[in-house]
């Protein structure tokens, strides 16, 4: 068996996308402004699930690590958030908030922000499932 094709420099590499979050952030020709979005590794989303995740007493007395999934989906946006750089203080200060996660918050319309997370969703591989993929190899 040839395992050349796993080897890091002969996988496909995935790409940066550039989505159109919103029809409010316009350029100076007053064209909507595509945001740039890149998916991540799981080790990456490993990372993120920790940061979200909580320590919950049970009813027993014992402790159960439980996901916050607002928080991961949050953390999730914003890491996969290229451009804008959420990360720029100016452009917190204008929103009056502090952190990437809130930033995008502010900055999107609900139904903006629910599209933009089903997109980073997308990106990052979890809007396939099983049969999705086993469906795709066949073809």
Same mark, same amino acid.
């Given at each position: 068996?040839?395992?050349?094709? /796993? /080897?890091? &420099?002969?996988?496909? !590499?995935?790409?940066?996308?550039?989505?159109?979050?919103?029809?409010? /952030?316009?350029?100076?020709?007053?064209?909507?402004?595509?945001?740039?979005?890149?998916?991540?590794?799981?080790?990456?989303?490993? +990372?993120?699930?920790? &940061? =979200?995740? &909580?320590?919950?007493?049970?009813?027993?007395?014992?402790?159960?690590?439980?996901? *916050?999934? @607002?928080?991961?989906?949050?953390?999730?946006? =914003?890491? +996969?958030?290229?451009?804008? *750089?959420?990360?720029?203080?100016?452009? $917190?200060?204008?929103?009056?908030? #502090?952190? =990437?996660?809130?930033?995008?918050?502010? #900055?999107?319309?609900?139904? @903006?922000?629910?599209?933009?997370?089903? !997109?980073? $969703?997308?990106? +990052?591989? /979890?809007?396939? %499932?099983? %049969?999705?993929?086993?469906?795709?190899?066949? %073809?």
């Amino acid at each position: 068996m040839d395992l050349n094709g /796993f /080897f890091r &420099q002969n996988a496909v !590499k995935p790409e940066n996308i550039k989505y159109i979050a919103s029809s409010r /952030f316009l350029d100076k020709n007053k064209k909507p402004i595509e945001w740039e979005l890149r998916p991540i590794t799981s080790r990456d989303d490993e +990372c993120i699930r920790r &940061q =979200a995740t &909580q320590k919950k007493r049970t009813q027993n007395g014992q402790y159960q690590n439980e996901i *916050d999934q @607002e928080k991961y989906v949050g953390l999730l946006a =914003a890491t +996969c958030t290229i451009y804008p *750089d959420l990360n720029n203080l100016d452009l $917190q200060d204008s929103y009056g908030v #502090m952190g =990437a996660e809130e930033l995008l918050k502010v #900055m999107l319309l609900p139904g @903006e922000y629910a599209n933009y997370l089903g !997109k980073v $969703q997308e990106i +990052c591989g /979890f809007d396939k %499932n099983m %049969n999705d993929l086993v469906e795709e190899a066949k %073809n």
